[in-house]
């Protein structure tokens, strides 16, 4: 595994993201050692039978229920029984890697207690790609998530490997192992913290800093094919703007569109453009500095211990700690904010498309069709982006307020981090729709100038990326198809951006 991510220090999101995407992970010795003397820490509290939540008690509201040491095993497993109830449609192939990757790493900071094998077998799923089903709705933190992980170790649930959908024991008898009989605390350890929301918060990160250079290229083309002022994005005005996020989106479309002959031929036409033009590197500017303090908020989750109970001292003097370290404030807190950013992003990208597909502004045919009357071009490809907007602005309430109270007034705030999380990632898929749906517009109006005046260099590069997907558009085909293949493209085709 000469490749892995060596997990010899707290991990970053983009290591998960690049677990998620397929990378293999592998653990230090230190790790394994961590991992190790923990596990006798539990091992030395149930023998001293030293009361610690859902070791030697119940869970949730059944806290002052003591269990005899017969039966904390029975105790492990029959949490994440009763705990995988979530349902709908499942997580998708890199959702659930990293998931997984995240909650591994909980567990190698070595305040869990949880047992070298319980860790080899998550592992081995993860870099074999035997993926557990892990339904998508039904939890207010973290319990059902994690939950179906945890039942594939124990030979139930599903997991799926490549296409084929199978069966948890079958999952493991390829792998060469058998089915975990969970010790104490095992089983709460793996419904436990914040990887559920960790690992999809990271993700959501990767997937939105690629997205952003996107929405400056997408935006600089734009700008080109209707910008009239002169030097709109100038460095020496900008810099009086403190903001790190606006002078990387200045510079960025200062590098896109340097030397457009097709600017400067209307540059000085308007004393001002439309916002949805002129304030993007204040808009697209503040959504880099928000996507960056969300960076670190995720990064510190990483480094972390979100278990509850943890435990520390040794196996001759073992402490169990109970507190709310898997409560995910900080994580929900702040994929809200991410998911606020990312709606912002995509109603500034709509009102651009709106500028270019409208003759009333435009300057350009009528919604960039090919024949006025025969062909209605782009025109309801606008609606489209115009009810991804709105749905990213019911999608953005945070999620963090949702409230809520469960387990018999015992955990009586809810945070609701995961589904921040997972809502983010819902309104990140309609914003790459819109971006597509831009670009796809400008290499449209592209084509539709009067003259000949040449592109900047690097808009013409993106412009004939984009025709080498589509031609121009004829209402010739559907339109939705169009738009697959130019988000396809940027799935793979990186801006490659200065800075």
């Given at each position: 595994?000469?490749?892995?991510?060596?997990l010899d220090r707290p991990l970053t999101w983009k290591d998960v993201a690049a677990i998620a995407n397929g990378a293999?992970?592998?653990?230090?010795?230190?790790?394994?050692?961590?991992?190790?003397?923990?596990?006798?820490?539990?091992?030395?509290?149930?023998?001293?039978e030293i009361r610690g939540y859902g070791i030697n008690t119940g869970v949730g509201a059944l806290c002052d229920v003591i269990i005899d040491r017969d039966d904390q095993q029975a105790l492990s497993r029959n949490i994440l029984l009763s705990h995988s109830c979530g349902i709908g449609e499942p997580l998708g192939r890199a959702e659930t890697r990293a998931v997984m990757a995240a909650q591994i790493a909980n567990f190698a900071h070595g305040f869990s207690g949880i047992s070298i094998e319980v860790v080899e077998a998550l592992l081995a799923l993860l870099n074999a790609d035997f993926l557990p089903v892990i339904p998508s709705r039904g939890s207010v933190g973290y319990l059902t998530h994690a939950a179906a992980i945890g039942l594939v170790l124990i030979g139930e649930g599903e997991c799926r490997h490549v296409d084929e959908l199978i069966s948890g024991r079958d999952a493991l008898q390829r792998l060469g192992l058998d089915p975990i009989a969970l010790k104490a605390k095992e089983g709460l350890s793996l419904v436990n913290g914040t990887p559920c929301a960790t690992g999809l918060g990271a993700l959501a990160l990767s997937r939105f800093f690629h997205l952003l250079d996107w929405a400056d290229a997408a935006a600089?083309?734009?700008?080109?094919?209707?910008?009239?002022?002169?030097d709109p994005f100038a460095e020496m005005p900008l810099s009086l703007r403190r903001s790190a996020g606006l002078q990387q989106v200045g510079q960025n479309l200062r590098d896109l569109l340097a030397g457009s002959q097709l600017l400067a031929q209307s540059a000085g036409k308007r004393t001002q453009d439309p916002l949805s033009l002129r304030a993007v590197p204040q808009i697209h500017g503040a959504v880099r500095d928000a996507l960056w303090q969300a960076a670190d908020v995720v990064d510190r989750e990483l480094s972390s211990v979100t278990d509850n109970p943890i435990v520390s001292g040794s196996p001759q003097a073992p402490q169990v700690h109970s507190q709310a370290h898997a409560v995910g404030a900080g994580l929900g807190l702040a994929m809200d904010s991410v998911a606020t950013a990312a709606a912002e992003l995509a109603a500034i990208s709509e009102r651009r498309i709106d500028r270019l597909v409208n003759p009333l502004v435009s300057g350009l045919p009528p919604f960039l069709a090919a024949e006025s009357g025969v062909c209605s071009g782009f025109m309801i490809i606008q609606?489209?982006?115009?009810?991804?907007?709105?749905?990213?602005?019911?999608?953005?309430?945070?999620?963090?307020?949702?409230?809520?109270?469960?387990?018999?007034?015992?955990?009586?705030?809810?945070?609701?981090?995961?589904?921040?999380?997972?809502?983010?990632?819902?309104?990140?898929?309609?914003?790459?729709?819109?971006?597509?749906?831009?670009?796809?517009?400008a290499a449209q109006a592209y084509d539709q100038q009067p003259g000949s005046a040449p592109k900047a260099a690097r808009t013409a590069a993106l412009y004939a990326r984009a025709r080498s997907e589509v031609p121009f558009y004829c209402d010739d085909r559907p339109l939705n198809s169009v738009v697959a293949k130019?988000?396809?493209?940027?799935?793979?085709?990186?801006?490659?951006?200065?800075?």
């Open positions: 595994m000469a490749d892995a991510i060596v293999q992970l592998a653990l230090s010795r230190e790790a394994w050692q961590r991992l190790s003397k923990a596990r006798a820490i539990v091992d030395a509290l149930v023998e001293q600089a083309m734009t700008y080109e094919n209707l910008g009239a002022q002169v609606y489209t982006a115009a009810a991804l907007v709105a749905e990213n602005r019911r999608l953005a309430a945070p999620a963090s307020l949702g409230g809520g109270i469960t387990s018999a007034l015992q955990e009586d705030i809810l945070t609701h981090a995961t589904p921040a999380a997972d809502k983010a990632l819902a309104i990140l898929d309609n914003l790459q729709t819109i971006l597509a749906i831009e670009v796809m517009a130019i988000r396809s493209m940027m799935d793979t085709t990186s801006v490659s951006l200065k800075g």
